[in-house]
């Protein structure tokens, strides 16, 4: 496997989100100017309906108190802060006897707040101020009872705030009637030009509170102003991202070598000692052989093998664990009854090289019917000649193998027949099955015919309950291992263990 130096995995993870980000930035910026666009016509449009409704309370209390003679309480009312707010540049009244006042005291003329005579007749209704000196123009309100005219010439600047943000001239809004030839008093706002930009965009809504359309226009001031933040976040975030990455593979890094360090350290103590779980034949209740299962002895604790055991195989460490389990194992094995075996997990690298052969040979035990060797399933043998040839001499030796975890990998079969193996232990995935109606009956029951047909010695895994062991031996599987009858055990709770079963 291609072994890549920490420092290139750092350089590469740092490297990683910038590169993935930099070519997808330009359909981020689309992406993004486009949601600018649109959270701005949403911002419009709720300070629109806002605005109207304010206006409408407020204008609708201030036309009922008018005396319409300009006097000192109209003058007031025209000047009070609760009808003239930030929403009314200017309000005023006309008389019918065509005298007038405004809130700023005197008068305006007609025509300059756009109800000249030939403004629209009705009661009420929007009209503009005059267009003079290329100012912008303003509604105007108004309303009118009995001959006098009130008017309100509305404050467009809120507009103007809104479009000036998040960028200056990025935007132009205009407004058209929903009906053909219906008059607007509304006036475009904003960048004029944009509209007629090439690859400018638009998106429109119906305001709600009037028959208008509204169309926001955004080009490319808009779409700098997105690249320009894409940039700035996508590529300090990405650096960002990089940063975390990098620290992350360093603990890692740190957290694997100082578990690599605890393990190496282990070895030298000779802290990797066996437990051994009973495995019994279930017509005669005698305890067969065992399982020997790794233990790490940790002070006072046990450390199970599945917080340790792939990564000490992947770090090379696991021939030293197994020599030093493998000398425990012998030296038990004086202990235990003469016809028991003990039953050994092996991985790969054992038997693709003569590894295990070297190992029993520096031990030299005399009985090999007394020690045998599970190879599981459930990791691939990549050199499965080597290991058909470390095995058959094993096998001429007078050793045993058993196939470990059968049925939950992929080479189980071809693993039997190339390597001469004539023991399957059939899973504890399986044996939970028994008594359910699980799709993996079937499976533990085709493995079962399978081993009875090609007269496999099977054990089962696993096995917890009596239904399970009841199950399992009308099936013609008598050898159990489980916690049914009893658990991994140091060689001290396993004597006493043995006493008590006989
Ligand atoms: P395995 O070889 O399949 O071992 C059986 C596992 O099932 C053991 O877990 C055992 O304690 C557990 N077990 C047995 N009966 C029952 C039961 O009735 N109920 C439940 N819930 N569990 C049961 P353990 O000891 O934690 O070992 C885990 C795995 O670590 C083993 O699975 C084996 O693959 C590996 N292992 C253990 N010792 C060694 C070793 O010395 N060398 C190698 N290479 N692998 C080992
Ligand atoms: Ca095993
Ligand atoms: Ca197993």
Not at 174 to 194: D, K, S, V
Not at 304 to 310: E, K, L, N
Not at 439 to 453: P, Y
Request: net charge negative; charged share 20%; with cysteine.
């Amino acid at each position: 496997m291609l072994r890549i130096s920490p420092f290139w995995n750092s350089l590469l993870l740092l490297l990683a989100p910038v590169l993935l980000v930099l070519p997808l930035s330009p359909l981020a910026t689309d992406l993004w100017a486009h949601h600018l666009l649109s959270s701005k016509l949403e911002q419009i449009q709720i300070a629109q309906q806002t605005r109207h409704q304010d206006l409408d309370q407020v204008l609708r209390e201030q036309m009922g108190r008018f005396a319409f003679d300009c006097g000192s309480g109209d003058l007031a009312l025209l000047r009070d802060p609760k009808f003239y707010n930030n929403h009314i540049r200017l309000q005023g009244l006309q008389l019918a006897s065509g005298e007038g006042c405004s809130s700023l005291g005197p008068a305006i003329p007609p025509a300059a707040v756009g109800l000249s005579a030939t403004y629209p007749s009705q009661e009420r209704g929007l009209t503009a101020t005059a267009s003079q000196f290329d100012t912008e123009q303003e509604l105007v309100a108004y309303f009118r009872i009995g001959g006098n005219t009130i008017y309100w010439v509305l404050n467009n600047s809120w507009t103007h705030d809104l479009l000036k943000t998040p960028c200056a001239n990025c935007f132009f809004i205009e407004f058209t009637p929903l009906e053909r030839g219906q008059h607007t008093q509304l006036f475009p706002r904003g960048e004029r030009a944009i509209k007629e930009e090439p690859d400018s965009q638009s998106l429109s809504a119906v305001s709600p509170s009037s028959q208008l359309k509204q169309t926001l226009w955004a080009g490319a001031a808009l779409r700098e102003y997105a690249r320009e933040q894409v940039y700035l976040y996508g590529f300090w975030g990405s650096v960002a991202l990089g940063v975390v990455l990098v620290a992350l593979y360093w603990l890692q890094r740190n957290y694997r070598r100082s578990l690599k360090s605890l393990l190496e350290a282990g070895i030298e103590r000779r802290e990797f000692t066996p437990f051994y779980q009973p495995i019994v034949d279930s017509r005669t209740l005698r305890v067969v052989g065992f399982e020997a299962l790794l233990r790490w002895q940790r002070g006072g604790d046990q450390v199970s093998p599945g917080a340790f055991i792939d990564y000490a195989e992947e770090q090379g460490l696991i021939m030293p664990m197994t020599g030093q389990l493998l000398e425990q194992v012998i030296k038990d094995l004086c202990v235990l009854g003469a016809e028991q075996w003990v039953s050994v997990n092996l991985v790969a690298a054992h038997i693709e090289q003569p590894r295990l052969r070297e190992l029993l040979q520096r031990h030299h035990w005399p009985s090999p019917l007394r020690l045998t060797f599970e190879l599981t399933e459930r990791n691939p043998i990549t050199d499965i000649e080597g290991a058909a040839r470390e095995i058959t001499a094993l096998q001429q030796r007078g050793y045993h193998f058993k196939l470990d975890d059968f049925g939950t990998g992929y080479g189980g079969f071809a693993y039997l027949q190339q390597l001469g193996i004539r023991q399957i232990k059939i899973d504890k995935m399986f044996v939970d099955t028994i008594g359910t109606n699980d799709l993996k009956r079937s499976v533990l029951d085709a493995i079962i015919a399978f081993g009875r047909e090609s007269d496999m010695e099977m054990i089962a895994e696993g096995v917890e309950t009596r239904e399970q062991v009841e199950y399992l031996s009308q099936q013609g599987v008598y050898l159990i291992q489980g916690y049914v009858y009893g658990k991994p055990m140091s060689l001290a709770q396993l004597l006493k263990w043995q006493t008590l079963w006989q």
